[in-house]
T-cell receptor
Framework: AQSVSQHNHHVILSEAASLELGCNYS??????LFWYVQYPGQHLQLLLKYFSGDPLVKGIKGFEAEFIKSKFSFNLRKPSVQWSDTAEYFCAVRHVSGTYKYIFGTGTRLKVLA | SAVISQKPSRDICQRGTSLTIQCQVDSQVTMMFWYRQQPGQSLTLIATANQGSEATYESGFVIDKFPISRPNLTFSTLTVSNMSPEDSSIYLC???????????FGAGSRLTVL
C-alpha cells in the first residue's frame, strides 16, 4: 500500500538552528507533494507544494523543500528556525491519477526553544 | 483558497449515541474529503464525499459507522454512529477547488466519547 514516512516524530531545536525534516513516500507513479503545518490551536495550513519543474520549491516563512525523485523523498528545510516555527509538520502525497487521494505522513512535532 | 467551516467545533458524547458533523465551504469545490486525526497520530482518510452519490470509503471505514452525505458542491456531513471511546478523535473536513489541486482544511471537530 502507498505510504508516507516521516522519520522524525519529535524535534527540539534552539532558535537560529537549521532544520531538516525527512519525508519519503512509496509510490512509483506521478505525484504531487506537499508540506502542511499545524500551529498550536490552529488548523492545518499549506506550507509549500511541488507539482512539477524545479525540484527545489520555496514556501512561506522561509521554508523550502527538495524533491529527489530517485530517492522518493521530499525533505523540508529551513536555514534558521524561529520560536514561532513551533508546530506540527505533515508531509503529504497526492497521486496524479485514479482517486486523487492525499496520503499524509505521521507528522513531526517541532519545538523551538527561545 | 476556499474557506471551510465545521460544526460543532467540539463535543462530548455518551457511548452508543451518534453525532453529525457539518462542513460548509464558501465556494464550489471539486472534491471533499473527511479525515480522522487520532491523538498523537497522523491524518487518516475516512472517505471521499461524492456529490449526489454514495461516498467512497477507505479500507477500515464503512458506511454504517460513518454515513456521509454531500447534497451539493459546498456542503457535506459526516455522522459518527454508535460511538465508543475509540472514536474520540478530531474529524477534519477538507476540500479541493477546481484546478487548484491543493487541499484546504476546516478547523476540525474534536469529539470525546465517554
Amino acid at each position: 500500500a502507498q505510504s508516507v514516512s516521516q522519520h522524525n516524530h519529535h524535534v527540539i531545536l534552539s532558535e537560529a538552528a537549521s532544520l531538516e525534516l525527512g519525508c519519503n513516500y512509496s509510490y512509483g507513479g506521478t505525484v504531487n507533494l506537499f508540506w502542511y503545518v499545524q500551529y498550536p490551536g490552529q488548523h492545518l495550513q499549506l506550507l509549500l507544494k511541488y507539482f512539477s519543474g524545479d525540484p527545489l520549491v520555496k514556501g512561506i516563512k522561509g521554508f523550502e523543500a527538495e524533491f529527489i525523485k530517485s530517492k522518493f523523498s521530499f525533505n523540508l528545510r529551513k536555514p534558521s528556525v524561529q520560536w514561532s516555527d513551533t508546530a506540527e509538520y505533515f508531509c503529504a502525497v497526492r497521486h496524479v491519477s485514479g482517486t486523487y487521494k492525499y496520503i499524509f505522513g505521521t507528522g513531526t512535532r517541532l519545538k523551538v526553544l527561545a | 483558497s476556499a474557506v471551510i467551516s465545521q460544526k460543532p467545533s467540539r463535543d462530548i458524547c455518551q457511548r452508543g449515541t451518534s453525532l453529525t458533523i457539518q462542513c460548509q465551504v464558501d465556494s464550489q469545490v471539486t472534491m471533499m474529503f473527511w479525515y480522522r486525526q487520532q491523538p498523537g497520530q497522523s491524518l487518516t482518510l475516512i472517505a471521499t464525499a461524492n456529490q449526489g452519490s454514495e461516498a467512497t470509503y477507505e479500507s477500515g471505514f464503512v458506511i454504517d459507522k460513518f454515513p456521509i452525505s454531500r447534497p451539493n458542491l459546498t456542503f457535506s456531513t459526516l455522522t459518527v454512529s454508535n460511538m465508543s471511546p475509540e472514536d474520540s478523535s478530531i474529524y477534519l473536513c477538507s476540500a479541493t477547488g477546481s484546478g487548484a489541486n491543493v487541499l484546504t482544511f476546516g478547523a476540525g471537530s474534536r469529539l470525546t466519547v465517554l
